[in-house]
């Protein structure tokens, strides 16, 4: 099962500037990508293109070909894309349903959707939430959390879904080192169980844990695209607007310093 961009340019309805261009990216089964770039470089045009909503939903012109999982999202149906591909936004006031009076409820709304048992429903439910270690918000009002838990709350919604494929566009924006790591383990897991993971991030040292692959964008195009740990420790990357992992800017801040890098030791949070 592949999500796959062939040369894919993309332009907003009434503007003339197109927001992608010239886009080729595979995420296969079981893979995280990660995707970073600058403010305006093209991330979340990226992510809406990708799962189909640009032009399907907001208009816009696309060429070249966005498949998932060989069905053209080019003129496929809302509800077929849904049950492929998963989105999370970096804005959960945007996902949530606005229509539950609990988070259980918001998280068992996709599921229930589906026409699923109320068995099946349930285990999902659940799972989605101890997941994301959200359990103790299960009672409560979808519109009383913080940005924080609302993310949570967003991501696992989508989770109970259960994609083969998951596009997630800076789901920790909101949230502090302790959220940021459930949410990288959440990813992993998937990643292991094998969804195919397309995330966009301005935190590197989380990219660099969970992703295999990494694509970094400058307006519109891909300009670094590769193994990992190797973008992330290329030169150019500061160049580009995008922050280094802690390591390598602990590392060459020691070296412009004079100091000897080998002899430093790096604690993780």
């Not at 399907?56 to 998932?68: A, C, F, N």
């Not at 998963?86 to 229930?112: C, D, K, M, Y």
């Not at 301005?202 to 970094?216: A, G």
Request: overall charge negative.
């Amino acid at each position: 099962m592949t999500l796959e961009l062939k040369g894919v340019s993309y332009r907003y309805a009434g503007s003339t500037r197109m927001a992608l261009a010239d886009i080729d990216l595979t995420v296969d089964t079981g893979t995280v990508v990660g995707v970073m770039g600058a403010g305006e470089a093209g991330k979340s045009t990226l992510c809406l293109v990708a799962a189909g909503l640009a032009p399907g939903t907001i208009g816009g012109h696309l060429l070249g070909s966005v498949t998932i999982d060989g069905i053209a999202t080019v003129g496929a149906r809302p509800f077929e894309l849904a049950q492929r591909c998963g989105i999370v936004f970096q804005n959960p006031a945007t996902q949530l349903s606005a229509t539950s009076p609990t988070v259980w409820e918001e998280i068992a709304f996709g599921p229930r959707n589906l026409s699923l048992p109320l068995s099946e429903v349930i285990a999902r439910t659940e799972t989605a939430a101890a997941t994301l270690g959200i359990n103790d918000l299960l009672p409560r009002d979808p519109s009383r959390l913080s940005g924080g838990q609302a993310q949570l709350v967003a991501l696992a919604a989508v989770i109970a879904m259960r994609p083969a494929h998951l596009i997630l566009d800076e789901p920790t924006a909101q949230l502090d080192p302790a959220g940021t790591r459930l949410v990288a383990d959440a990813v992993a897991a998937l990643a292991a169980a094998g969804t195919a993971i397309l995330i966009t991030e301005q935190k590197p040292d989380l990219i660099e844990r969970i992703s295999q692959r990494v694509v970094v964008l400058d307006a519109g195009r891909i300009v670094l695209d590769g193994d990992a740990k190797a973008i992330l420790r290329d030169p150019h990357l500061r160049e580009l607007g995008v922050a280094e992992p802690s390591d390598v800017r602990l590392h060459r801040l020691a070296t412009e310093a004079g100091l000897d890098p080998a002899r430093l030791t790096v604690v993780q949070p």
